[in-house]
């Protein structure tokens, strides 16, 4: 990482510096709250999480060579230099942001409801034409996620792509303080989280806190074909480039053709010209993701040449959109995560499937007072969706089945209590040739289904 000695970093957090004087100009080669991940030159920030204290791994981070430790009591018998600060947590952030200050490159911030993580692969595709980028890996988006990756930046890297993923009011604001993004996308603005931020309107208020923080004139990209991104136009300044099907839009797609599972075509229509490009992934979805990538290239100086080579040259994350071909049936691997809007996509995904549709199902989490109707509502969508079976798991999931039955009582579906009931069911459940969708929201675990789906279309 770029210079950062112990003495800028005990300023930077506020932190009290404990040590051999001659050892506060001595430079970290890296910032990590996982002892696991300490290599020498590091510095390691203890965290103190619900089940773990990392106070309690010092001594062994010491004996790994870490130059120094971030902690909020002092060790007993250090090995080296520490500094001591009230909040590890705090601290982190605090020196996310001044190295953040100390980087010239542009950074790309993004959030949204739905498609953070597939956006950010596309953009991340698309610059990497032209520039040495650093992404955000899994789900580190968060406000321990994102200063670690942040830490990440090298010398080497000429842009960064960060995902912001939040729950509650604040917490952008937080987060585009340590990314002072030059460049910030949004999504869309849907149902998810509404624990905390109760509605769409909520939702758009949360979102927008990215723009307090940004760097003065930063882009401001958003989805035009949103109902409440677009009531953004009139009060940003810069004025916002928009993208969406609408040809209202700065730039938007046409002549859309589905690809079946194997992507989609489009031609993309910008202020620099058109251009028609293959989406390797499948979903209309992918159509916004695109042209947020366009955008973004557009902003940092690609040719469409450049912008068309990244789009077309995208695969897919695991666990999002993962097409997985086997010799008996195709997996459509979403299992990451899922709320109302994403549940509902991927419905519209497995619809382009050539051969028999089948959707596995499970419950979505964090959904507040209204959870039992957003999954009737989305049962609603499937059985309206053009496919040919569902099968459901999980507690919440019944609501998902009552609404197949309210509306299509002919679809095959069937309810399954646990992973386990529907997993032994599914030798019977499913013919070779099938399309497979698997979606749940993370703590259900669906990389099972997937893994048994894998091996058993392979046998």
């Not at 990497?128 to 955000?136: A, G, H, N």
């Not at 923080?213 to 990209?221: F, K, L, R």
């Not at 419905?347 to 959904?367: N, W, Y």
């Not at 069911?425 to 749940?440: C, Q, R, T």
Request: glycine share 8%.
């Amino acid at each position: 990482m770029k210079e950062m000695s112990l003495e800028q970093i005990a300023r930077a957090c506020k932190g009290v510096y404990a040590g051999e004087a001659s050892k506060k100009s001595l430079e970290v080669s890296g910032v990590v709250i996982d002892s696991r991940k300490v290599e020498p030159g590091y510095l390691f920030v203890a965290i103190k999480g619900e089940r773990v204290d990392g106070h309690s791994f010092i001594p062994a981070v010491f004996a790994k060579g870490a130059a120094c430790v971030l902690c909020e009591q002092a060790p007993d018998h250090p090995a080296g230099p520490y500094i001591l600060v009230e909040s590890c947590l705090q601290a982190l952030k605090s020196l996310a942001e001044y190295y953040r200050s100390t980087l010239s490159i542009p950074i790309i911030g993004i959030t949204g409801s739905v498609g953070k993580t597939s956006t950010k692969e596309m953009i991340a595709a698309v610059l990497e034409q032209k520039y040495k980028v650093l992404k955000t890996e899994g789900n580190f988006n968060n406000e321990i996620g994102l200063p670690l990756t942040i830490f990440r930046i090298r010398e080497e890297h000429e842009a960064a792509v960060l995902e912001m993923g939040i729950s509650d009011f604040g917490e952008m604001t937080r987060l585009s303080r340590m990314a002072k993004p030059n460049v910030c996308v949004i999504t869309n603005i849907g149902l998810c989280h509404l624990e905390n931020l109760k509605d769409r309107e909520g939702i758009l208020k949360a979102k927008t806190e990215m723009f307090t923080e940004a760097q003065p004139g930063a882009q401001v990209i958003l989805n035009g074909d949103d109902d409440k991104l677009i009531t953004l136009k009139e009060s940003r300044t810069p004025t916002p480039c928009f993208f969406g099907l609408d040809p209202s839009n700065d730039l938007y797609g046409e002549q859309i053709e589905n690809l079946g599972l194997d992507g989609t075509r489009c031609t993309f229509v910008t202020k620099a010209g058109r251009f028609s490009a293959h989406i390797p992934i499948p979903g209309q979805h992918m159509v916004y993701n695109a042209l947020a990538g366009i955008a973004v290239g557009l902003a940092l100086n690609l040719s469409l040449e450049e912008i068309k080579a990244g789009i077309e040259s995208l695969t897919p994350v695991s666990g999002r959109n993962n097409l997985i071909h086997t010799g008996k049936w195709d997996i459509l691997d979403d299992c990451y995560n899922a709320n109302p809007v994403s549940m509902c996509a991927s419905l519209d995904v497995l619809s382009c499937a050539l051969g028999r549709k089948v959707a596995i199902l499970g419950d979505m989490g964090e959904l507040g007072e209204n959870e039992r109707l957003l999954h009737y509502n989305v049962g609603c969508h499937a059985a309206d969706a053009g496919i040919d079976a569902v099968f459901l798991v999980g507690l919440l999931s019944k609501e998902t089945a009552r609404g197949i039955e309210a509306k299509n009582p002919f679809l095959t579906f069937r309810h399954f209590d646990t992973k386990q009931e529907l997993i032994a069911a599914l030798p019977l459940l499913l013919s070779k040739g099938d399309s497979i969708l698997v979606k749940a929201s993370h703590f259900m675990e669906f990389e099972e289904i997937v893994d048994y789906l894998r091996k058993a279309g392979n046998a």
